[in-house]
């Protein structure tokens, strides 16, 4: 049973352009939510998160938008660079537990 | 450089034979998890262990198992392998607070190949 879903397997948008990677969780008990970035031979990295109690968090080019109505998330990068190619994976977070999406490949095209 | 520390880095073996994965976490965290990503596919929890006491089970199968030694270094022992059990496995640690901002770091992972 995946409680968080990326239904995106790959994105691609041209550099300089906006990138949105989405996720959807189905836990309303979910209360904090995360975004790593995994390049290939690495282990993935923390990038930036929201509590549940806000709908928006910025944090230089990214920002990650939450809708709890909805039970989704997205991740805005602004502007695109070819060095944000990489894995990204949704995380959700409750009773010290975390669920992670199967991931979304971005390719930022020059 | 996240600070926590697997090895080996890559491992071939083959099928029915066991192995042992480890894992050194970020000084101070107290907490380790296990994930294992197959190909294609998201991030697997299979176990958490804190200060040395299992924690949390996710999808972990019988054939594999964990401890968290007193030093806080973790080892995870699979056996019996088999072909699909060819993953990515990765080592994450955290300060397990329980603080809203808790993090997972992660290592560079165990790319395991049975054949």
């Known amino acids: 049973d995946q409680q968080v879903k990326q239904n995106s397997p790959s994105l691609s948008v041209q550099e300089g352009r906006i990138s949105i990677l989405n996720c959807d969780y189905t836990?309303?008990?979910?209360?904090?939510f995360l975004w790593y970035k995994k390049y290939p031979a690495e282990g993935p990295t923390f990038l930036i998160s929201?509590?549940?109690?806000?709908d928006k968090n910025e944090d230089g080019r990214f920002t990650v938008f939450l809708n709890k109505s909805a039970k989704h998330l997205s991740l805005h990068i602004v502007p695109s660079q070819p060095g944000d190619s990489a894995v990204y994976f949704c995380?959700?977070?409750?009773?010290?537990?975390?669920?992670f999406g199967s991931g979304t490949k971005l390719n930022v095209k020059p | 450089d996240s600070g926590v520390t697997q090895t080996p880095k890559h491992l071939i073996t083959a099928t029915g034979q066991r192995v042992t994965l480890r894992c050194s976490p970020r000084?101070?965290?107290?907490?380790v998890y296990w994930y294992q990503q197959s190909l294609d596919q998201g991030l697997q929890f299979l176990i958490q262990?804190?200060?040395?006491?299992?924690?949390a089970k996710g999808n972990i199968l019988e054939r594999f198992s964990a401890q968290q030694f007193p030093d806080l270094h973790s080892e995870l022992n699979l056996s019996s392998l088999e072909l699909g059990d060819s993953a990515l496995y990765f080592c994450?640690?955290?300060?397990?607070?329980?603080?809203?901002?808790?993090?997972?770091?992660f290592g560079s992972g165990t790319q395991l190949s049975v054949l």
């Open positions: 995380a959700a977070y409750n009773f010290n537990k975390f669920y």
């Open positions: 929201i509590s549940s109690i806000k």
């Open positions: 262990y804190y200060n040395g006491e299992e924690r």
């Open positions: 000084s101070g965290d107290l907490s």
């Open positions: 836990n309303s008990m979910f209360d904090y």
């Open positions: 994450a640690s955290s300060s397990f607070t329980g603080q809203e901002n808790e993090k997972l770091f």
